[in-house]
């Protein structure tokens, strides 16, 4: 599996950086690959919910199913894909001070096998490095009003 680690702080409170970065409805807004997401089970404030994506990372427009895996209160979200392509990620929220530090691990298996394996090297890791850093700007952008 290929893995990217992201963080940015922002200068919010955890709760509402926490409230808005799992908020299902609002990813579409500040993330630059989620094209569209809901719910498909459960209350969409625990671990267990379910969800399905659709997603754009490069010139591809996919769709997954996943399942929440993590959902603790101003603390962690974390989510691995059920359909598509084999994906886990986790949001770590850490307060310092009166604003909050957001880590984004994402660990993700290419389809395509060796082939996909061949093209993350070459390209595909860069550009979903990219979508994530300018995702998590949008997010401090939409926080820090």
Same mark, same amino acid.
């Given at each position: ?40 089970? #459960? ?30 209160? #101003? ?37 395509? #096998? ?32």
């Amino acid at each position: 599996m290929s893995r990217i680690v992201k963080s940015i702080e922002i200068d919010a409170p955890n709760e509402h950086v926490f409230a808005l970065a799992t908020d299902l409805t609002k990813q579409p807004e500040w993330t630059t690959f989620v094209k569209e997401a809901i719910i498909t089970s #459960g209350d969409g404030k625990s671990t267990g919910t379910t969800d399905r994506y659709r997603v754009k990372v490069g010139p591809r427009v996919t769709s997954a199913d996943g399942i929440w895996t993590a959902y603790e209160p #101003g603390a962690a979200f974390g989510r691995s894909n059920t359909s598509g392509m084999p994906l886990n990620e986790k949001l770590s929220f850490t307060a310092v001070g009166s604003r909050t530090r957001v880590d984004w691990a994402v660990d993700y298996a290419p389809p395509m #096998g060796p082939i996909g394996r061949f093209v993350d090297l070459a390209f595909m890791n860069r550009v979903y490095q990219n979508e994530l850093e300018a995702s998590l700007e949008n997010l401090k952008a939409a926080l820090e009003v």
